[in-house]
């Protein structure tokens, strides 16, 4: 589905990204791991148009590297900041119709769904979520972005620095999306919940990727994990 070629990115003269490669394929969980500053959400940014960028970015066949954001999301990219960027004077349920493009006639995700996934949304509806918890802005944030009905969703960092019952309740709706078929790009610093659910695993280090592999084989390379992800 996703095929990533040589992909360099820049912040006008600083060179982030140093020639990353991977693909995601159809209904797999991939986790991108690496320490803060490592280059995974230039990374995300950069299949989305948001940065500067050289190289090759092919979806389902078709070269996206220089479109415009909003036409990379029309093709059935789904993208899910760790700043969240919910519209706080919304209400949550305004806030899933924003997320809505219409462009099946039967979209695979209605707000039945949504409000199954979380329970709590459903109880908060129609209440502003400026005003919600930061858990629940991610569980808005995440809904909102699977009623755009994407084929693939790059999620940064939905677990940071929510509450340990929050943070299984993510991983709940991420192995939901799997068993939906949906395929996932999960940039996450909690190792244990990326390489629970995850079926490949890639850790980044210096803008580059500097292993691939399953999460079996990532927990068995002690240097790795020494060398790029432990603190």
């Not at 690496?34 to 190289?55: E, H, Y």
């Not at 979209?107 to 709590?120: E, I, K, N, T, V």
């Not at 209440?127 to 009623?147: K, N």
Request: hydrophobic share 40%; glycine share 10%.
């Amino acid at each position: 589905m996703l095929k990533i070629n040589n992909l360099h990115a820049f912040y006008g003269k600083s060179h982030v990204l140093h020639g990353v490669h991977f693909d995601v394929h159809q209904g797999e969980i991939v986790a991108l791991l690496g320490r803060n500053g490592s280059g995974r959400s230039t990374t995300a940014k950069a299949i989305m148009g948001l940065v500067d960028c050289a190289g090759s970015l092919r979806w389902q066949g078709q070269e996206i590297l220089g479109k415009k954001t909003y036409e990379i999301a029309h093709l059935g990219l789904g993208y899910v900041p760790e700043s969240r960027d919910i519209f706080g004077s919304l209400t949550v349920e305004q806030n899933l119709i924003l997320g809505q493009k219409g462009k099946r006639k039967t979209p695979r995700w209605s707000f039945d769904d949504m409000y199954q996934l979380f329970p709590r949304l459903k109880e908060r509806q129609h209440t502003q979520a400026g005003v919600l918890s930061g858990g629940e802005q991610q569980m808005l944030t995440l809904c909102r972005t699977l009623m755009g009905d994407p084929d693939l969703i790059i999620i940064d960092e939905p677990t940071e620095g929510l509450a340990p019952k929050i943070v299984e309740l993510v991983a709940q709706y991420l192995k939901e999306l799997k068993r939906r078929g949906l395929s996932v790009l999960l940039i996450e610093q909690k190792l244990t919940i990326a390489m629970d659910i995850s079926d490949r695993c890639m850790v980044m280090g210096h803008g580059s990727i500097v292993f691939e592999g399953t999460p079996q084989a990532l927990r068995a390379d002690s240097y790795i994990r020494k060398e790029w992800l432990e603190v």
